[in-house]
Nanobody
Framework: QVQLVESGGGLVQSGGSLRLSCAAS????????MGWFRQAPGKEREFVAA????????YYADSVKGRFTISRDNAMTTVVLQMNSLKPEDTGVYYC???????????????????WGQGTQVTVSS
């Protein structure tokens, strides 16, 4: 079983930055792809960013490319989402997710991931 705990959310003004962290425990974290998703009020959960278990491949939603950076430190069992140039439309609950199986060469998908954190609120004011 994989346990995920997010932290780092908060209230920030438009143009500001936040750094989200996801601490993983349980299975051997190093072998699982990881991702960040978000859900705004009244909207479906959407993909934000993902990183493969190797750490060498990253994927981003078009809406966050150039502003967000996902990284992982397997020694620390942590995945980080650095968010810069935040916009009001980035507001939502951000969730960390782990892939359904180890060593997969594709980014984690919300529809298939069985492992989720509790979420952390990000609010960007205009």
């Amino acid at each position: 079983q994989v346990q995920l705990v997010e932290s780092g959310g908060g209230l920030v003004q438009s143009g500001g930055s936040l750094r989200l962290s996801c601490a993983a425990s349980g299975r051997v974290f190093s072998y699982y792809g990881m991702g960040w998703f978000r859900q705004a009020p009244g909207k479906e959960r959407e993909f934000v960013a993902a990183i493969l278990w190797t750490g060498r491949h990253t994927y981003y939603a078009d809406s966050v490319k150039g502003r967000f950076t996902i990284s992982r430190d397997n020694a620390m069992t942590t995945v980080v989402l650095q968010m810069n140039s935040l916009k009001p439309e980035d507001t939502g609950v951000y969730y960390c997710a782990a892939d359904e199986a180890p060593y997969r060469p594709v980014p984690v998908a919300a529809s298939s991931s069985p492992y989720w954190g509790q979420g952390t609120q990000v609010t960007v004011s205009s």
